[in-house]
């Protein structure tokens, strides 16, 4: 019989917010405890997941969550430059671990997250990353089964208004973490290397900062090769302007429907603030609260997870993962292989979760996982400054 | 008053059927002569062409045609490796000349055809390509107009059936400019190189060849960097699976309407054919000829000429040439600059030649335009083949 998950996670903001219907819903996870130092996130939190037979608890600290005893796994969805004394602090109480994307911002510290996670005997994922998400790993498995010859070119690109949301000052600041490059680089590479199936070789990419009021990447190309020979070419804009998801139907990155006539929305709303503490004070209010709610009910989503236009070019035909499910290009005929539309979005991270902590299945998002596409990531700003090539050939980091 | 170009064709085959319907129809421009070893085409240009005040003219061999004395300018469509012969032929004889793309198959072959055309004080032109085509020459005017900034970032795509139509064997065989690097990059760079506006820095690219019974590059992904910062991801396929033109309404490369429905037609054709001399015998049904007819009507574009997908991202605006115009994403709003559709395809072409030849405008598609595009071309067989980025920055080979 199922014995769910008791979720504690450290940090109630953003992240939390896009994996609450998850969590909430999620047969196999049960919230059950929190750490946030904003009271409201807390109170809230523990009105929202008591039930009769147990209550929620909150706490001000990381550390306190960690010494609950009825926490088994750990959420990490702290801010970035947090995950790795977060990871510490979890690991050293017994606690399996889910660290959100990106990791880490150096690969030190990825490695003593690894590293931290062997010692304690406890299992470390990175996630969400949309290298979850059902299509994709849909995409994958038709791959593995060699139906369609090996994957040799993939071809990825996504448009969004990533740049204009609220933001927190670090959030605009790569040193800091920010950027498209940490936050969007991080998706978009899990996806490619998914498809691809073996390790990055090389690196070459450029990045541009077209917003001196938010100094910090918007967009980048990175053009990556594969130890098997595969290739692969990114494209990734936050600048609100062409949309990809035009291609996929106007299903939005998070399944949902969107409805194009609100062009330049996210620009405009930011347009109306004056300060960077306004809007920060914005981006808080997209945070978990008595303003959000957080029981449900949830929205039903239209269709699955997605990062953007996809297209993989195998021996014998393309592939292109979508928000609905996988449309199929062979040789003689073309259509779409239907994924049922998810009741729960993003199960696939609980369900990953669940497998590793509760049979022992290793986990495909592990620490190792994640560290490579952290050096991916650092890559395509390496290769960006200095104007050449980065060889991952050598790199201790594997698929 | 117009004072139309008296062309001679070198070479009947599928490039001139592909610019016929232009030069027919086009009022600054007038058929007047032809050579081609096959008589059944020599006679039907004569009775097409023909005027109650001229005879169209037929000859076996460019010597001849180049001969007379009624050409203004020479268009050579001949097989690419006998552009260079050709060139040399029509220049000598005093003749400006339009020479199809790729201009030729070696860097040293374009040094001494525009060479050839100074010492004789003639006009030299490349094309038919891609970037004659009006959305691209409209986004390009709208990207020097400076009101959105520089270009970026550019996304090219383009996925055709291109390797599953009737080939020659030698277009088959890379060594010989078969393969879809010199024939289709050739496009695409031209595109993008002319978005861009700047030189070729570098290029990194990889190859594909997925189809043993069609043994030459199939699918290529090059990625270029411009002397200005500008950046850009070029993706193409050739082997009839996911089909870009998808994206552009189902308005085809020709500006044709397409029927979806009608999908893996190429390959399923080719599938009958027993032997490569049924295959060229099939090609040779699609040059010109008595099957064919030449004189017209011909049919009513329904959009431009374009190739694949395109967003070119500038400091200020997102924009996408289509076969509609260029549709503009800027930061409040997004809007179709809608093209007028054209009642001549490719006017572009005759227009240039025109002004060039008539009215001495220096041409954009010279032929030191053309030999920088090979040289693109030649870097990513290059890259391909060695794995490095090639450095162009030092090359000769101007915009």
Known sequence: MSDPLRLGVVGLGRA??????TFAQHPLVRLTAASDPR?????QFEADFSTPASAARSYETPEALCAD???DVVYIASPHQFHVEHVRLAARAGKHILVEKPMALALADCRAMIQAARENGVHLLVGHSHSFDAPYLRATELIRSGEYG?????LAANFTDFLYRPRRPEELDTSQGGGVVFSQAAHQVDVVRLLAGSRISTVRAVTARLDPARPTEGAYQAFLTFSDGASAMLTYSGYGRYDTDEQLGW??????????SQYGSARRALAKIATPEEEAALKNKRAYGISTGGAGPFPVPAGH???GHVVVSCDKADLRPTAEGVHIYADERNWLD???VPVVPRSEVVDELYAAVRNGVPPLHSGEWGMATLEACLAILDSAASGREIDLGGSPAGV
Request: charge should be positive; aromatic fraction near 6%.
């Open 39 to 43: 009271e409201e996130a807390r109170r």
């Open 251 to 260: 299903l939005g990155e998070l399944g949902q429907k969107r409805d194009p």
């Open 338 to 340: 239907r994924l049922p």
């Open 69 to 71: 005893p009825g926490v």
């Open 150 to 154: 090996r994957p040799r070119m993939i």
């Open 305 to 307: 997870n997605h990062f």
């Open 16 to 21: 939390f917010m896009l994996m609450l219907p």
